[in-house]
């Protein structure tokens, strides 16, 4: 085996243990792990800014900032505010959650609108006493769905038709 399969062996177990115990965030795991590499010139300068040159990940990350910028403003919550208010049961909460989040999700990407929806529904589920996987996964599952109906509505979706 060479030097840089060791060194790959050897990053992505940095990689893995950083981000099993949270040694440095995410994002800056994976930028030491490709200075590492373009250092000892396993990845070229070509190859590292290919990564992010594909237009779909700007798509993605804007999609993100975007469901930053509706959590951040009142305007979603007064709309969760009445969409939600009127439910009473378990059930009929998560026919409201599905009803509002599969069709948001074909259109918007899923993490961010998951992201979004999660402190509703777990101000709901704690208020009623209802488990809060009851809810959350009805939730994962309609926007998983809804993502699914259109090409932007999942990040696996853009980057596919990307390619």
């Known amino acids: ?3 840089d399969a060791i060194l790959v062996l050897v990053v992505l177990a940095f990689i893995l243990i950083s981000l099993y115990f949270e040694i440095v965030g995410p ?13 000892f010139r396993v990845l070229t300068p070509h190859e590292i800014l290919v990564g992010f040159a594909n237009e ?31 439910a009473k049961t378990p059930r009929n909460f998560v026919a409201r959650l599905m009803f509002v ?14 992201a ?4 509703y529904v777990h101000n709901w589920g704690t208020k009623n006493k209802v488990q809060l ?13 809804g993502g699914c109906a259109t090409l932007i509505g999942t990040s696996t979706n853009l980057i596919v038709g990307g390619l």
């Open 1 to 3: 085996m060479g030097f």
């Open 56 to 86: 779909q990940i700007v798509i993605i990350i804007m999609l993100l900032m975007l469901g930053d910028v509706f959590q951040r403003t009142s305007v979603l919550d007064i709309f969760f505010d009445r969409v939600f208010k009127k």
């Open 133 to 145: 996987s009851r809810l959350m996964m009805p939730l994962s599952f309609a926007t998983i769905l």
């Open 27 to 39: 994002g800056f795991t994976f930028v030491i792990a490709i200075a590492i590499l373009g250092s």
């Open 116 to 119: 979004l929806l999660m402190p």
């Open 101 to 114: 989040a599969a069709p948001i999700s074909a259109f918007v990407n899923n993490t961010p609108l998951v």
